[in-house]
């Protein structure tokens, strides 16, 4: 591996530690907060699960940071990584519990600012509304977990010594499966923004292989293991002392409150269950694992009266969420300034947005009014924001239709090629298509699009309904996928 990328990669080793340091308190934080399980012992555990779930399961784990900025450059994705990490650490040191995909996200959209790439606020506003549902959902479940194990205990009446070894045995294993959960859910946050910019190897276990992005996730799981021995301990103190006391049954009850509204997130199969019963669904949106566990302490607190929990915690823990994307998009700026100008590294590829002819009859097939840029027909922008505020003086309807027509006219220059990693998504049809359009060149994704859409139904997605989302879905990620492999490379270097 180039000695260059294997620095820059670094810097994802650096979140990944600091994400253990600080999200270990989210599974083991209780049950060591409440004495009930040695730090020594939660550590070991945690750490060796964590890492088994980001290796086996982290590349199934549904994210949208793609859709906030998709980060291609290893430069740039060096600076998102450093400055989400660098926010978390400052979280940790004073003993706060924060979100890594928080980080993350602010990081990403501070990429977004510096590079001038659109940002999707469709799911910039679903993601922050899941900022402050999630606690309070966890709040209600606990509250309800709580009601019916303290009911199931004063009728079953189980002998103190039987209590307190059910309660330590129950920690252990709901410990277990949250770090397995969050090694498998958080690793696309650590590792998400390199997976377009490093390759390694594969790796030989004897009976097992791991792919070369396993093996990408493993080195990240190891990373977050170290963060969990070396650093965690203070924040797992504040989660099971500094914000309330808990009992051993209401440490337990606050992990499993956290894993199912975790599980309401993110389960398609439930969702689709939903819709079927002709219920309400819950979006599929990644959930801050810290907000689900601080939200379940303070239900239960509520619910014995709100006396016991420290108010003056629970601000300063709210103030760190609030604070935590705005200080990683700051630090991301200053760090691709300097990783641009001083490293003299890429941050982010070349884009080119044309007001072509093709685009502007897309534009008007859309419905949107754009009579208006007839004369700027053939004029190009350099940058997603510049064009923005060109087509905002004229006047164009609404922010949807001007996002709409950025969208659209954002060049990407492909020729359809064999589509060699995308091939096992293929349908037998799919794949005749993609044979009798090969050689075929476009400017701009959506041409391909159509050019397949009108080869038949199967490249259509179908009505958006829950029922339909994993299908859709899996069209969705089929053509992103076609996008990158038959997209001709850009040499053009630094972003401006």
Same mark, same amino acid.
């Given at each position: 591996?180039?000695?260059?990328?294997?620095?820059?990669?670094?810097?994802?080793?650096?979140?990944?530690?600091?994400?253990?340091?600080?999200?270990?308190?989210?599974?083991?934080?209780?049950?060591?907060?409440?004495?009930?399980?040695?730090?020594?012992?939660?550590?070991?555990?945690?750490?060796?699960?964590?890492?088994?779930? %980001? +290796?086996?399961?982290?590349?199934?784990?549904?994210?949208?940071?793609?859709?906030?900025?998709?980060?291609?450059?290893?430069?740039?994705?060096?600076?998102?990584?450093?400055?989400?990490?660098?926010?978390?650490?400052?979280?940790?040191?004073?003993?706060?519990?924060?979100?890594?995909?928080?980080?993350?996200?602010?990081?990403?959209?501070?990429?977004?600012?510096?590079?001038?790439?659109?940002?999707?606020?469709?799911?910039?506003? =679903?993601?922050?509304?899941?900022?402050?549902?999630?606690?309070?959902?966890?709040?209600?479940?606990?509250?309800?977990?709580?009601?019916?194990?303290?009911?199931?205990?004063?009728?079953?009446?189980?002998?103190?010594?039987?209590?307190?070894?059910? %309660?330590?045995?129950?920690?252990?294993?709901?410990?277990?499966?949250?770090?397995?959960?969050?090694?498998?859910?958080?690793?696309?946050?650590?590792?998400?923004?390199?997976?377009?910019?490093?390759?390694?190897?594969?790796?030989?276990?004897?009976?097992?292989?791991?792919?070369?992005?396993?093996?990408?996730?493993?080195?990240?799981?190891?990373?977050?293991?170290?963060?969990?021995?070396?650093?965690?301990?203070?924040?797992?103190?504040?989660?099971?002392?500094?914000?309330?006391?808990?009992?051993?049954?209401?440490?337990?009850?606050?992990?499993?409150?956290?894993?199912?509204?975790?599980?309401?997130?993110?389960?398609?199969?439930?969702?689709?269950?939903?819709?079927?019963?002709?219920?309400?669904?819950?979006?599929?949106?990644?959930?801050?694992?810290?907000?689900?566990?601080?939200?379940?302490?303070?239900?239960?607190?509520?619910?014995?009266?709100?006396?016991?929990?420290?108010?003056?915690?629970?601000?300063?823990?709210?103030?760190?969420?609030?604070?935590?994307?705005?200080?990683?998009? @700051?630090?991301?700026?200053?760090?691709?300034?300097?990783?641009?100008?001083?490293?003299?590294?890429?941050?982010?590829?070349?884009?080119?947005?044309?007001?072509?002819?093709?685009?502007?009859?897309?534009?008007?097939?859309?419905?949107?009014?754009?009579?208006?840029?007839?004369?700027?027909?053939?004029? +190009?922008?350099?940058?997603?924001?510049?064009?923005?505020?060109?087509?905002?003086?004229?006047?164009?309807?609404?922010?949807?239709?001007?996002?709409?027509?950025?969208?659209?006219?954002?060049?990407?220059?492909?020729?359809?090629?064999?589509?060699?990693? +995308?091939?096992?998504?293929?349908?037998?049809?799919?794949?005749?298509?993609?044979?009798?359009? =090969?050689? @075929?060149?476009?400017?701009?994704?959506?041409?391909?699009?159509?050019?397949?859409?009108?080869?038949?139904?199967?490249?259509?997605?179908?009505?958006? +309904?829950?029922?339909?989302?994993?299908?859709?879905?899996?069209?969705?990620?089929?053509?992103?996928?076609?996008?990158?492999?038959?997209?001709?490379?850009?040499?053009?270097?630094?972003?401006?």
């Amino acid at each position: 591996m180039d000695p260059i990328a294997l620095f820059l990669l670094s810097s994802g080793l650096f979140l990944g530690w600091s994400l253990g340091a600080n999200d270990a308190a989210n599974v083991f934080g209780t049950a060591v907060g409440s004495r009930m399980v040695r730090f020594g012992t939660a550590a070991l555990i945690c750490s060796v699960f964590v890492i088994l779930g %980001a +290796t086996i399961s982290g590349a199934g784990a549904a994210h949208t940071l793609s859709q906030l900025g998709a980060i291609s450059e290893l430069g740039g994705a060096f600076a998102a990584a450093l400055s989400a990490a660098a926010a978390v650490m400052m979280m940790t040191h004073y003993g706060l519990p924060v979100s890594t995909g928080q980080a993350i996200i602010g990081a990403i959209i501070g990429w977004n600012l510096f590079s001038g790439t659109q940002i999707d606020t469709s799911v910039l506003s =679903k993601i922050l509304m899941t900022w402050v549902l999630c606690p309070i959902l966890s709040a209600i479940v606990a509250v309800a977990l709580y009601r019916g194990t303290d009911w199931t205990l004063r009728h079953v009446k189980p002998h103190v010594l039987t209590l307190d070894a059910g %309660a330590r045995w129950a920690l252990i294993v709901a410990g277990a499966f949250g770090s397995y959960s969050l090694g498998a859910n958080n690793i696309a946050n650590v590792m998400g923004v390199f997976m377009n910019s490093v390759q390694l190897p594969s790796l030989s276990l004897g009976l097992y292989t791991l792919s070369p992005v396993q093996t990408l996730f493993l080195v990240g799981g190891v990373a977050i293991a170290a963060g969990v021995y070396t650093y965690s301990k203070r924040v797992m103190l504040t989660v099971g002392q500094g914000l309330m006391p808990l009992s051993p049954v209401a440490a337990w009850v606050v992990v499993m409150s956290h894993s199912v509204v975790l599980f309401l997130f993110a389960s398609q199969d439930l969702q689709t269950f939903l819709a079927s019963h002709n219920l309400p669904t819950i979006p599929l949106v990644p959930v801050s694992s810290s907000q689900a566990i601080v939200g379940a302490v303070i239900g239960i607190g509520l619910l014995k009266g709100g006396q016991s929990i420290n108010w003056r915690m629970a601000g300063r823990i709210t103030g760190g969420w609030v604070l935590t994307p705005f200080i990683a998009a @700051a630090v991301c700026l200053a760090c691709l300034l300097v990783v641009q100008n001083v490293m003299r590294l890429p941050v982010h590829e070349v884009q080119r947005y044309e007001l072509s002819e093709e685009v502007l009859l897309e534009a008007r097939r859309q419905g949107l009014q754009v009579g208006a840029l007839q004369a700027a027909e053939g004029r +190009t922008f350099e940058r997603a924001d510049k064009l923005s505020r060109y087509l905002a003086q004229q006047g164009l309807p609404d922010e949807a239709g001007l996002e709409t027509l950025v969208s659209l006219a954002r060049t990407s220059p492909m020729v359809v090629g064999h589509p060699g990693q +995308t091939l096992p998504l293929l349908s037998q049809a799919q794949q005749q298509d993609l044979l009798a359009l =090969k050689g @075929a060149t476009f400017t701009h994704t959506w041409q391909l699009r159509q050019a397949l859409e009108a080869c038949g139904a199967h490249w259509l997605p179908r009505e958006s +309904t829950p029922l339909n989302a994993k299908f859709n879905k899996h069209i969705e990620l089929v053509f992103s996928k076609l996008y990158a492999e038959f997209k001709i490379p850009n040499n053009g270097g630094e972003g401006i």
